[in-house]
């Protein structure tokens, strides 16, 4: 009937991810829930998108509107389209709620769970491969399945005598030798378009969910003398669906241990305690780096070769150079470290900061959007928000930038050369020339000229290192 052939088959993805995940017992909706850091909706999206379909679609319903905002950071909003499934009356009826967009498409839908984060793209391409090859004619339905040790909570797949797909009975409708049956449903099925819809309005829900199975559409199929085929796969670990947090910990445990091990194997970086380490799917480690244990690199941090990052120290979506040295117990969140600097340890670097090469930042120091030039130096307890710091500047041991007024928030610049004395505090918007040194102690309430020294409370020029600058008590000139 159809003289498109199946390799041209338009292909779309329908997500299912309405469900609130009751077994989660939490106030976020499951697929929202994040695995990796990122929400379990995202990896799902990600993978489909591998597939070049023409579109996704996403049953969305619990929590909805945030589902949405979750999909669209990960997807090009001409990919995506959102179906609303405002009760949850089982898959079945989930699938349903795409009628109007779907239903007299002569394409291949394949249909994903939001709470099966780990499948992989090659496997699906796999099973559309299959569908669409069924003894050459293309098959009405395909169903991933897997054999498992412990099947228990997942749909069994019960096979007819010669071996061929009779049905899927879900677990809490099976009969006591259905549920011996290892080989379940993954809950990823390829469906001829029409056929799934004109089907699915067969479905009823008497069963002991009182729900409109997906499940059901196969065997309706098969009734109608269509072809189901089954695509058994051998990696369980690939279509674990999560239904709880036990669940979400076992995979998050295998996800993190997959990137480790690539990183050990492909890139090089030694680990010196891979199971006390995290590190993320989307972070990349440079070659012969050191990772000692209890550290955690999280989001899309990139760290250059041969670092060491000693114990106790969380990066987050920060640029680390090469043979940058990070000691103990360090938190540095959105910020670039240039090569060669040393960091920690106790120190906190956020909101953008940037040491540039060769600068330090050592104990008890925190830093904000700021930026400590080439070479330059603040060792101990100390807070600079809001500073541009020049090259080869050193900052005494607590200072502070008094950066906020209690209204908002105020610049400070420091030169190249300058010598902040010990437990200066810089009250900002406030500009240190290059060479200008403070004495211990000193508030520096205006700006102080380049080669100057100032000191005291407020402080005050003392001396200047140039010939041709007022000498002694002058009061600093603002400007
Ligand atoms: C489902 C399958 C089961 C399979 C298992 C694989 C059915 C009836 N059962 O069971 O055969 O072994 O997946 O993981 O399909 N959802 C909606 N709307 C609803 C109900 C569910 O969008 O009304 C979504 C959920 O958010 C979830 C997905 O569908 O992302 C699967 O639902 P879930 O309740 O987890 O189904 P399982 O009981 O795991
Ligand atoms: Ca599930």
């Not at 609303?84 to 394949?110: I, K, P, Y």
């Not at 199971?275 to 550290?295: E, F, L, M």
């Amino acid at each position: 009937m159809d003289n498109i052939s199946n390799e041209q088959k338009t292909l779309d993805v329908l997500i299912l991810a309405a469900g609130l995940g009751t077994r989660m017992r939490s106030n976020l909706a499951k697929v929202l829930h994040k695995l990796d850091g990122r929400p379990l909706i995202n990896h799902v999206c990600l993978t489909a998108t591998a597939l070049a379909p023409r579109k996704i679609y996403v049953v969305i319903g619990h929590q909805g509107e945030d589902v949405k905002t979750a999909v669209m950071e990960e997807l090009n909003e001409e990919y995506a389209a959102f179906v609303w499934q405002t009760e949850q009356l089982g898959t079945g009826h989930a699938v349903n709620s795409a009628r109007e967009h779907l239903e007299n498409e002569d394409s291949t839908l394949l249909i994903l769970s939001g709470d099966v984060p780990m499948i992989r793209a090659e496997t699906l391409a796999a099973l559309v491969q299959q569908h669409h090859h069924h003894r050459g004619r293309g098959a009405a339905c395909t169903i991933l399945t897997v054999k498992l040790e412990d099947p228990s909570g997942y749909g069994r797949v019960v096979r007819d005598d010669a071996g061929f797909f009779s049905r899927i009975v879900e677990q809490k409708d099976a009969s006591e030798a259905e549920r011996k049956i290892n080989e379940i449903n993954s809950g990823i099925y390829c469906f001829h378009t029409q056929k799934l819809f004109a089907a699915l309005t067969r479905v009823q829900n008497d069963n002991v969910q009182g729900e409109y199975y997906l499940t059901d559409v196969p065997a309706l199929l098969r009734e109608a003398g269509e072809d189901v085929s089954l695509y058994q796969h051998t990696d369980a670990r690939e279509v674990s669906g999560i239904n709880n947090r036990a669940e979400l910990a076992d995979l998050e445990r295998i996800f993190c241990r997959r990137t480790i091990s690539r990183m050990m194997l492909d890139y090089g970086v030694t680990f010196i305690a891979p199971k006390n380490t995290y590190v993320s799917g989307q972070a990349s480690i440079g070659r012969d780096t050191i990772i000692y244990p209890n550290v955690a690199i999280e989001g899309a941090s990139v760290i250059g070769d041969g670092c060491t990052i000693r114990s106790g120290t969380r990066i987050t979506n920060s640029r680390i150079g090469r043979s940058v040295e990070i000691l103990d117990n360090c938190v540095i969140t959105d910020s670039e470290i240039s090569d060669r600097c040393t960091v920690g340890p106790f120190a906190h670097l956020r909101g953008r900061a940037k040491m540039e090469e060769s600068a330090k930042v050592g104990n008890f120091v925190e830093l904000k959007k700021t930026i400590l030039g080439r070479g330059s130096k603040a060792s101990h307890l100390s807070y600079l928000g809001d500073a541009t710091i020049g090259e080869k500047t050193n900052i005494g041991a607590g200072t502070i930038t008094c950066n906020y007024d209690g209204v908002s928030k105020h610049a400070t610049t420091i030169g190249n050369h300058v010598k902040i004395g010990s437990d200066t505090m810089l009250v900002a918007p406030v500009k240190i020339g290059d060479g200008a040194v403070t004495a211990a102690g000193s508030v520096v309430t205006r700006d102080v000229p380049s080669e100057t020294l100032v000191a005291g409370v407020p402080a005050q020029i003392k001396k200047s290192f140039k010939n041709d600058v007022p000498q002694d008590n002058t009061q600093t000139k603002t400007g």
